[in-house]
C-alpha cells in the first residue's frame, strides 16, 4: 500500500476526528478558531464516554452509534442553547468566539492567520511522520505495541471499547484501561477496514499534524490574546518540537499518552479562561466551564497522566488568580468576601493537587527508570528544547531566550505563564538528573520516573515562552522595515550598505505585511533542522520490518500472513507474546491465547502457555486444547523483544525441535506456523 492509497483513509480519519465535535460545538455557537480547536477533544469524548455507556445500553461500538449519540447530542445542544437564548436575550453561544485582531497587519492576516499557520505546521508534521513510517503498513517495532495493535483490533471485533473493562484484551483480566485512543482508532478501522497499522499510522498523523496544532493555537489565544502573529508563530513552532509529537512515538511506543497531550493545550487554554486569567476575558463564568467539562473526559479516558500534569501546569495559574484578586482588594476594585473565596478555593486546590499526587503514584517498584545525567545538562536540555539527550533545536533555543527576556520585562503580568513552564522544567529535570528516591517518585512516579514521558510535556509550556520570543522578533523587523520606508534617499546613504539595499526597495505596506509571513513560515521551516532530523531517523529505524526487527521481522510477518489460509476461523493461536506472536490477533486476525504480555490467565489458558508442546505426553493438555480450540502454534524462535526470562515456557520445546506430533503448515526460515496433532 502507498500513501496516496491512504487518502480516502485520511478522510474517514478527519470524519471521525472532527465532525462530531464540529456538529456539536456548532450547534452551540461555538466558532471560528475555537470550533476548529475544540472539536477533536470534544469528539475524543463523545467516543470514549459513548464505548463506556454503549454496552449499558445493549448497543455495539460501531461508527453508526457513534456518529448517532453525536447527533442526539448536538441536538440536544441546539435546544439547550435556543432556549438560553430566548431566556437570557443575549448571545446564545456558550462559549468565547474571540475574533482575530485586524489592526496591525490587515484584515486578510486576520482571516488567513488560522488556515495558513495549522497548514503549514500540518504539512511539516505530515512530512516527518510518513518520512519516519515508511510503508503505511510498517509498525512500531517495540514492547507495548503488541498491546496497543491488539486492542484496537480487539474494540473493533467485539464493538466494545468500553475503559471500564478493556483491561488486557481477556475475560479474566477485564478491568480499568483507558481506551479513548484505542476507541477512536477502533471506529477508524470499522469504517474503512484498513489493517490495523494503517489505521494507527494514519491516527497518529492526524492527531500530530491537525490535533495537536490547533490545540496550540487556542492555548497561544488564551495566554496573548487572538494577534495573528502569535497565532502563526504557535502553529509552526508546534512542528519544532523532537519532544512532542515525536518522541513518544518513537519509545514504548506510547500512543495513549501521545494522544492525551495532543488534547493537553486545550484543556490548559479552557482552564486559564475558567480561572478569569485568560488576555481576553470571557463574557461570564459559564462557557468556558461548559467546554471544559464537554472536553475533560476524553483526555482523562485517553490517559490521565495528562489529567495530572494538567493539575500541575494550573498550580501557578491559580496562585496567580489569588494574587490577582488580593492586589484588587487592596486597590478596592474587589470585596473582601470574593477574596476570601478565591483564596479558600486556591488553598483547596493545592491540598486537591498534593492528595492526588500521593494517591496515584505507583511504588518504586513500577517506576523502575533511573536517572541518566546531571542537573546543568537536564537545564541546558530544557533551554535547548533537546530532551533526552537529542541535539539542540537552536531556532527554538533562541525564540525562548528571546521569550524568557519578553516575560521578565512584563513579569508582573506574566510570571505566572514563566512559573507553568518552570514547573514543566522541574518535573523534566528531577526525573532525568535526581537521585532515586521518595522526593523523586512522589513527584515525577505518576509517570513511572520515566524521562520520556515527562519530556513529552515540555512543549506544552515551552512553546508560549517561544511565541512570546518569535513575536517580539518579528515586530523588531516589522518596525525596522516601516523605519527604513520613511528614510529619505539622503538618510538611506548613510546607513551600513545591508541596510542602504533595504531602505532603497521601500516595501509597500502590502509587501511589508507578507515579510512578517514570510518570516514566521521561515522560523518554521528553521525549526526542522538537526534534533528532528535524528527523530525521524529513530522512527525509520523502529518502524521498519526487516531480517532482524525487534518485535516481528520479515520471516515472522511472512508467516503471519499465511495464518488466516491455516488456521479457520474460531481457531485460537498459542504464541509466545514477548516474540510478536501474539500480534496474529491484529495482523492475521485470528485470537491469541494470550493478546497482551502482561494479563490474568485462567487455569486453562495458564496451562497451554506453561505445557503446550507436552499434548503428547501431558495427560491434562489435551483436554484444555480442545475445551479452547487452540491446536496452533507460532514458533519464532526465542528473541524477545526486550531481555527478560521467559514467563511462558510452553513452547520451549517447540522451539528448540523437540516437541513430538507437530505438524508444520507454514514456514519461512525459522519462522513457523504449526499444529499438534496428539490431540486430534
Known amino acids: 500500500m502507498t500513501w496516496w492509497q491512504t487518502v480516502p483513509t485520511f478522510a474517514s480519519a478527519a470524519l471521525i476526528y472532527f465532525l462530531p465535535g464540529l456538529t456539536i460545538l456548532a450547534a452551540a455557537g461555538v466558532r471560528r478558531l475555537n470550533l476548529a480547536a475544540l472539536a477533536a477533544p470534544v469528539s475524543t469524548s463523545v467516543a470514549a464516554c459513548a464505548a463506556v455507556v454503549a454496552p449499558y445500553l445493549h448497543l455495539p461500538y460501531t461508527p453508526l452509534v457513534y456518529f448517532a449519540i453525536s447527533a442526539v447530542l448536538a441536538i440536544g445542544t441546539f435546544a439547550v442553547r435556543w432556549w438560553w437564548t430566548h431566556k437570557r436575550n443575549g448571545d446564545g453561544a456558550l462559549a468565547e468566539n474571540g475574533r482575530l485582531d485586524a489592526n496591525d497587519l490587515g484584515r486578510w492576516t486576520a482571516i488567513l492567520a488560522v488556515p495558513l499557520g495549522v497548514t503549514l505546521a500540518a504539512a511539516l508534521i505530515a512530512r516527518r511522520f510518513i518520512t519516519g513510517f515508511g510503508s503505511p503498513e510498517n509498525f512500531s517495532q517495540t514492547f507495548d505495541n503488541v498491546y496497543h495493535l491488539n486492542a484496537v483490533y480487539h474494540i473493533a471485533q467485539t464493538q466494545n471499547g468500553s475503559s471500564l473493562t478493556l483491561g488486557n484484551l481477556t475475560a479474566a483480566s477485564s478491568y480499568f484501561y483507558p481506551a479513548g485512543m484505542h476507541d477512536m482508532m477502533a471506529l477508524l478501522q470499522m469504517l474503512t477496514g484498513n489493517p490495523v497499522p494503517v489505521v494507527i499510522n494514519v491516527g497518529t498523523i492526524v492527531i500530530g499534524a491537525l490535533v495537536w496544532p490547533l490545540g496550540c493555537m487556542f492555548l497561544i489565544s488564551r495566554l496573548v490574546g487572538y494577534r495573528p502573529v502569535a497565532l502563526m508563530a504557535a502553529a509552526v513552532l508546534s512542528a519544532g518540537f523532537s519532544a512532542f509529537p515525536y518522541l513518544l512515538i518513537g519509545f514504548g511506543v506510547l500512543y495513549p499518552n501521545n494522544a492525551a497531550i495532543a488534547l493537553l493545550p486545550v484543556l490548559l487554554g479552557l482552564a486559564v479562561e475558567m480561572l478569569g486569567m485568560s488576555r481576553t476575558a470571557a463574557s461570564s463564568f459559564l462557557p468556558p466551564v461548559l467546554a471544559f467539562c464537554a472536553t475533560l473526559p476524553g483526555m ?63 511504588g518504586l517498584g513500577a517506576a523502575p527508570w533511573t536517572p541518566f545525567q546531571s542537573n546543568a545538562r537536564a537545564i541546558g536540555e530544557i533551554l535547548g528544547s533537546a530532551p533526552m539527550g537529542t541535539t539542540t533545536a537552536w531556532v527554538l533555543a533562541v525564540l525562548t531566550v528571546i521569550g524568557l527576556y519578553v516575560i521578565a520585562r512584563t513579569l508582573r503580568r506574566t510570571w505566572w505563564i514563566l512559573g507553568m513552564y518552570l514547573v514543566g522544567a522541574l518535573f523534566y529535570m528531577v ?33 508560549p515562552i517561544a511565541v512570546f520570543g518569535a513575536e517580539w522578533l518579528v515586530w523588531r523587523l516589522r518596525a525596522l522595515l516601516e523605519y527604513l520606508a520613511t528614510l529619505t534617499p539622503e538618510q538611506a546613504r548613510s546607513l551600513p550598505s545591508s541596510m542602504a539595499g533595504l531602505a532603497r526597495l521601500r516595501l509597500p505596506a502590502p509587501a511589508r505585511v507578507v515579510s512578517v509571513w514570510v518570516v514566521i513560515a521561515l522560523l518554521g521551516v528553521a525549526a526542522q533542522g538537526g534534533t528532528l532530523s535524528q527523530v525521524q531517523q529513530r522512527l525509520q529505524s523502529i518502524f521498519a520490518v526487516s531480517k532482524t526487527s525487534d518485535l516481528v521481522d520479515e520471516d515472522e510477518l511472512k508467516v503471519l500472513q499465511q495464518v488466516d489460509g491455516k488456521v479457520p476461523q474460531g481457531g485460537v493461536v498459542v504464541g509466545n507474546p514477548l516474540t510478536g506472536a501474539s500480534l496474529v490477533y491484529a495482523l492475521a486476525g485470528r485470537q491469541a491465547l494470550a493478546p497482551h504480555i502482561f494479563g490474568e490467565r485462567t487455569e486453562m489458558e495458564q496451562l497451554l502457555l506453561d505445557h503446550w508442546d507436552e499434548a503428547a505426553y501431558n495427560k491434562d493438555v489435551c483436554p484444555a486444547i480442545r475445551k479452547l480450540n487452540a491446536y496452533w502454534a507460532l514458533d519464532f524462535g526465542t528473541k524477545t523483544v526486550i531481555p527478560t526470562e521467559d514467563p511462558f515456557p510452553g513452547l520451549a520445546d517447540l522451539a528448540a525441535g523437540t516437541a513430538p506430533d507437530i505438524e508444520v503448515l507454514a514456514t519461512s526460515n525459522k519462522a513457523r506456523l504449526v499444529r499438534t496433532t496428539a490431540c486430534d
Open 300 to 362: 482523562v479516558l485517553t490517559h490521565p497522566s495528562a489529567m495530572v500534569a494538567l493539575l500541575g501546569f494550573l498550580v501557578p495559574v491559580v496562585l496567580g488568580r489569588l494574587v490577582r484578586t488580593l492586589l484588587e482588594l487592596r486597590n478596592g476594585k474587589t470585596s473582601k468576601r470574593v477574596a476570601i473565596v478565591w483564596a479558600a478555593a486556591s488553598a483547596a486546590y493545592l491540598a486537591a493537587v498534593a492528595v492526588a499526587w500521593t494517591v496515584l503514584r505507583p
Open 431 to 463: 526525573v532525568s538528573s535526581w537521585p532515586p528516591g521518595t522526593f523523586r517518585t512522589m513527584l515525577t512516579g505518576v509517570w513511572y520516573n520515566d524521562s520520556f514521558r515527562l519530556a513529552a510535556l515540555l512543549p506544552v509550556v515551552t512553546l
